[in-house]
């Protein structure tokens, strides 16, 4: 079956730091893959996206790249602030699967000060 | 204003009761979804509505039935309540469901659910 992501681990860094979040995925039919953030009590938010002709794209301190060669996906957060502490998700939508998301399980990030 | 809201926010209750809870999105968008999201925090889709259509039923219980009364909600009943059924569902909203491209999907706060 699909499944993406891998067991939730954590990731703990120092402020000021860069972070890697990573993710692999196993649907080769994905051509949209996403990142959310997910602080403690609410729901996901979107941070950034990619599609699957791209191997790259930036956004405010962030950076996505994706290697569809080996399926993985990565989340760069650089000069990491305690309020990024949360759960990041990667997850993927293919054309025509009525804009379904399939969830990794996520990564816990927490910033030491 | 919360562009997707949900109530309740928690919700306890007895095995076997029958309880709703509320979406709204303010956003304009067509479609809605209804998300499960576990102990372990995973997150799986459960049902997408596009236009009061519903368009995804991912292998979910009929004891669980979304009901669209129109576009900007959706709403999630669910009877015979299981201990299996604790968990905090996400009600999420994008602009279109079924285009050729993915349309970005925006989440609501999430029910905390909890079956005694």
């Known amino acids: 079956g699909e499944s993406v992501g891998l067991h939730l681990p954590t990731l703990s860094v120092q402020e000021g730091d860069n972070s890697i979040i990573n993710c692999a995925y196993s649907?080769?039919?994905?051509?949209?893959f996403i990142w959310y953030k997910q602080e403690s009590g609410k729901g996901p938010q979107f941070i950034i996206d990619?599609?699957?002709?791209?191997d790259k794209r930036q956004g405010q301190r962030v950076t996505v790249l994706l290697n569809k060669t080996v399926k993985h996906l990565s989340l760069q957060i650089a000069a990491t602030q305690p309020g990024d502490s949360a759960v990041y998700f990667c997850?993927?939508?293919?054309?025509?699967?009525?804009?379904?998301?399939?969830f990794g399980t996520g990564t816990q990030l927490k910033v030491e000060l | 204003d919360t562009a997707v809201s949900q109530t309740p926010k928690y919700l306890v209750t007895q095995m076997g009761n029958d309880k709703s809870i509320k979406c709204e999105q303010n956003?304009?968008?067509?479609?809605m979804y209804w998300y499960k999201q576990d102990s372990k925090k995973f997150l799986k889709i459960m049902f997408s509505?596009?236009?009061?259509?519903?368009?995804i039923n991912e292998t979910v219980p009929n004891r669980f039935s979304p009901k669209s009364p129109d576009k900007a909600h959706l709403n999630l009943h669910i009877n015979s309540l299981e201990l299996g059924d604790s968990a905090v569902y996400f009600c999420?909203?994008?602009?279109?469901?079924?285009?050729?491209?993915?349309?970005?999907?925006?989440f609501g706060p999430g029910t905390r659910l909890t079956v005694l």
């Open positions: 649907n080769s039919a994905s051509d949209y």
């Open positions: 990619i599609r699957s002709n791209m």
């Open positions: 999420a909203s994008s602009l279109h469901g079924a285009s050729s491209s993915y349309n970005e999907q925006f």
């Open positions: 997850a993927e939508s293919f054309t025509g699967g009525g804009n379904k998301l399939t």
């Open positions: 509505y596009n236009n009061k259509e519903l368009i």
């Open positions: 956003l304009g968008h067509d479609t």
